[in-house]
């Protein structure tokens, strides 16, 4: 089949967008904790919000795509974000940002099942991987560059500069700065509806393997053991990466006294852009050693970081808190990779079944906000040595009826010549 460079152009810049949506909520939390006179367990209920998203729409999106086509669920899922945006835009609130973040989060969902059977078939399925990786890489770009807009964009707007920005002096409360944000994603969401609506798609022809599948075939998966275990550790996954970035500027705030809308935001930022860094050595590491060992090495390093993170001085929790970033970066593709090549059928409902794993992101940052309310939020983030852990069993009980292919360094046959 054809390639078609302008589809997977659009679903990098989807990919993009999804990131930007989803990863400002972290440096968004010391501001929203004061603006709204929060807890940290009712703040931490906003992520929840987001990400308790896609436990309840991944699924039910596989389904709709095969009836509606990948055209219309993508516009579908801009639509509910602009509404998500532009909800909290109008009427900043907690229930209203609670609400907001929710509906966002299923738009999220929506285009994360639709985007990469989508990429495999504009893309070519021989460039599939090259172009994930590329689509990864963008992810992480966005993430990186989120927190530095909404830094950039509330310090400008406190100190009442005239230029481009004074637009959003007139929408937004004195008070609450950083709801200027939503107005631009209500923007970003509204360009988006309007570029998929002109756009040609090509027609995507799912295989058996990656079909959604029946409730049934759900079912059936989840009695299996491999497969509980695998979406545990999905939870797992994602309610570190999400544990870790969505305190790490309270953390910098309450024990080392950093201003969250600078340092904190920075902070974060440099999480994610040592994410995408870690991924490029990850991917680099998986063509010479077996998936398991590297999933070890790099969780271990994860787990010392996060340690210098919480009990180290400020410089160095300072720096510790982005390395954590980047030794986790080869846990989601590693974990994702050994579930897929530990059952022999149905890979496209495991596959569902793994990305609703992504709840993780709304169950972990609450806990560690409640643990945090009740005994500090330096020993909230301690329940990370669980979820951590238990992503370092991955690496010794897993038994993956293929390993990923690594290239011999060193052939002992011609050693022997």
């Not at 219309?72 to 973040?101: E, H, Q």
């Not at 996060?306 to 160095?316: C, D, H, I, Q, R």
């Not at 596959?351 to 609450?366: E, F, S």
Request: glycine fraction near 8%.
């Amino acid at each position: 089949m054809k390639r078609n460079y302008y589809i997977v152009a659009l679903i990098m810049l989807t990919f993009f967008v999804i990131s930007f949506l989803t990863n400002v909520i972290g440096p968004l939390i010391p501001d929203i904790i004061k603006g709204f006179n929060l807890s940290l367990t009712l703040v931490a209920l906003l992520p929840f919000a987001f990400f308790i998203a896609y436990g309840v729409m991944s699924i039910p999106s596989g389904m709709l795509i095969e009836k509606y086509k990948e055209k219309k669920i993508m516009i579908a899922a801009f639509i509910v974000a602009f509404f998500g945006s532009l909800l909290l835009a109008l009427m900043p609130g907690y229930l209203s940002a609670v609400l907001s973040l929710f509906l966002i989060g299923s738009g999220m969902a929506m285009l994360q099942v639709v985007i990469n059977p989508l990429l495999r078939t504009s893309g070519g399925e021989e460039h599939y991987a090259f172009n994930s990786v590329l689509a990864q890489l963008i992810f992480g770009l966005a993430s990186f560059l989120s927190p530095l807009v909404y830094s950039y964009i509330v310090l400008n707007l406190q100190k009442g500069k005239p230029g481009s920005l004074s637009i959003f002096q007139s929408l937004v409360p004195v008070n609450l700065p950083w709801i200027s944000l939503y107005w631009l994603f209500a923007v970003i969401c509204l360009l988006m509806i309007i570029v998929i609506a002109l756009s040609r798609f090509p027609k995507v022809e799912l295989s058996n393997e990656e079909k959604a599948g029946p409730l049934e075939t759900h079912v059936q998966l989840f009695k299996k053991p491999v497969v509980v275990l695998f979406f545990i550790a999905m939870i797992c996954y994602v309610g570190t990466e999400q544990g870790v970035a969505n305190w790490i500027s309270q953390f910098l705030s309450t024990y080392h006294g950093y201003d969250p809308q600078t340092k904190g935001a920075q902070d974060v930022a440099y999480f994610w852009g040592l994410m995408t860094a870690g991924g490029v050595v990850g991917l680099l590491l998986l063509k010479i050693m077996d998936s398991r060992k590297v999933l070890i090495i790099f969780t271990l390093l994860a787990l010392v970081c996060l340690t210098l993170a919480l009990f180290a001085p400020a410089k160095v929790s300072f720096v510790a808190f982005p390395l954590v970033g980047f030794f986790a970066s080869v846990m989601y593709p590693i974990i994702f990779s050994l579930a897929l090549n530990s059952v022999e059928e149905h890979h496209g409902s495991f596959a569902g079944i793994i990305v609703t794993g992504i709840i993780g992101g709304a169950i972990i940052p609450l806990i560690i906000g409640w643990l945090g309310d009740h005994l500090g939020l330096r020993v909230g983030m301690l329940f990370l040595y669980l979820t951590m852990g238990y992503i370092l069993s991955i690496g010794f009980w897993s038994k993956p009826i293929i390993t990923n292919k690594t290239i011999k360094l060193f052939d002992k046959k011609k050693a022997h010549n």
